[in-house]
């Protein structure tokens, strides 16, 4: 059965609703977001804003409603932020051939030849409004980054424009959801602001009515936890939003700004304070560049890797030098083979004169041997004797008639030596 994209999603992502929904691994930290937004506002709502109704005849109804659906606008821009995907580049299932180079390199072990090695280069430049950037490989999803990309140790996906990744909304901040995620911080911000701006004018009435605001505070104490929490609560998510708010403006990246904030570098993306605005609001977000729902794709079969021809120069050093250490070790062989003959011929001629024979003939190596003084003779066995040892080398010995003939040579003067003896 065909499976879908994202059920062999190789990154850390978890999916809802058929891959319709995309969460960073850390997703279940949402639950505790929720707790923090829901909480506080649940409370103010049942005992606080109920009291201001009464308080505030008029208006008293519209402070609920704009707290109710501004929680519900805060939510939606959570989900927004940690359910889609943020940027994520996929990746590919092999490295890109077209940057492949081969190199000749020398090997020791292969005798001296040169042989074709991959070079990949792990770096590449290109040109951002003017400026070289450098864009790095990744070996993990096996493609060069985009500018401005990042691969994200914790969701193991390279997302484009990389901001960072925000365990609160346990998703990675890129290009597709860094609107929404602003947007976000900047409405807990005002939702911060105003709950503690009611529960403050709650307390303010209390202080009209009792007199002082000791009182005042134990008629409602959930206004003054309100307020103590609205206050710690701001200082973190209206930082975020100012520091944000100078991001956008020089138009970077929390990635960037921490890793080459002490390099001085020129930011190549920065076009002016109102067009950086602009991009990041009023442009269009790009689609995703993965269809998680659909169903997996066969890729085509790849193409065999070029083949690196040799050259004149490498086959006649396969020739000549290819097999040396073979050559090496068949020579070393006939040597000892020789150096077994010529001490057993020296002894023997050491036994013959101990015996006191007079008739061995002048030359004791031609007898013992059986060659003729023929030239010819002795270099057709010699070249007998290192074709023998090419036979030995790739498993069939042969040898030549010639070869036998002064073998059976040497045998016949050796037995006529032994009669002479005898008789004598």
């Not at 939606?76 to 940690?82: D, E, F, I, N, P």
């Not at 031609?366 to 074709?387: C, F, N, W, Y």
Request: hydrophobic letters at 35%; a neutral charge.
């Amino acid at each position: 059965m065909a499976k879908r994209v994202y059920q062999v999603w190789k990154g850390n992502n978890k999916f809802l609703f058929g891959g319709r929904l995309i969460f960073g691994p850390d997703a279940k930290s949402l639950v505790v977001t929720l707790l923090l937004i829901l909480v506080p506002v649940v409370l103010f709502c049942t005992l606080v804003a109920r009291k201001l109704i009464d308080e505030i005849p008029d208006g008293g109804s519209a402070i609920l409603v704009v707290t109710i659906v501004f929680t519900i606008h805060v939510l939606v821009l959570l989900l927004c932020t940690s359910a889609r995907d943020p940027g994520i580049i996929p990746r590919n299932s092999h490295p890109p051939e077209e940057e492949f180079c081969y190199e000749s390199s020398a090997s020791a072990e292969a005798g001296g030849r040169q042989t074709p090695s991959l070079q990949f280069p792990r770096t590449k430049e290109v040109n951002v409004n003017g400026y070289p950037v450098r864009v790095k490989y990744c070996d993990t999803c096996m493609l060069y980054r985009p500018p401005r990309c990042s691969h994200c140790s914790i969701c193991n996906n390279c997302v484009e424009r990389f901001d960072h990744h925000c365990p609160w909304v346990g998703q990675c901040i890129g290009m597709r959801n860094y609107r929404y995620f602003f947007l976000f911080v900047s409405s807990s911000t005002i939702l911060c602001i105003f709950i503690f701006a009611m529960s403050a004018l709650h307390i303010k009435f209390l202080f009209d009515d009792k007199g002082t605001v000791w009182k005042a505070m134990r008629e409602s104490p959930i206004s003054v936890v309100l307020m103590a929490y609205c206050f710690i609560s701001l200082w973190f998510v209206g930082g975020l939003t100012g520091f944000h708010l100078y991001l956008i403006g020089t138009n970077q990246t929390t990635y960037e700004n921490f890793r080459y904030r002490a390099d001085n570098r020129i930011n190549a993306y920065d076009l002016g304070c109102l067009k950086n605005f602009l991009e990041v609001f009023c442009t269009r977000i790009k689609p995703s560049r993965n269809d998680f729902p659909a169903y997996v794709r066969e890729d085509p079969p790849r193409p065999p890797p070029p083949r690196m021809v040799p050259t004149v120069e490498e086959e006649e050093a396969d020739d000549n030098g290819g097999d040396r250490r073979a050559k090496v070790e068949d020579d070393l062989e006939i040597g000892d083979d020789i150096l077994k003959i010529s001490q057993r011929r020296n002894f023997e001629v050491e036994e013959i004169r101990s015996r006191g024979s007079e008739s061995l003939p002048r030359n004791s190596s031609e007898v013992e041997l059986g060659l003729s003084s023929d030239p010819q003779q002795l270099a057709g066995i010699r070249s007998e004797t290192r074709h023998s040892s090419w036979g030995r080398r790739s498993g069939n010995l042969e040898i030549s008639p010639e070869v036998l003939a002064g073998n059976s040579t040497v045998t016949e003067n050796r037995n006529h030596n032994t009669r002479k003896e005898e008789r004598q």
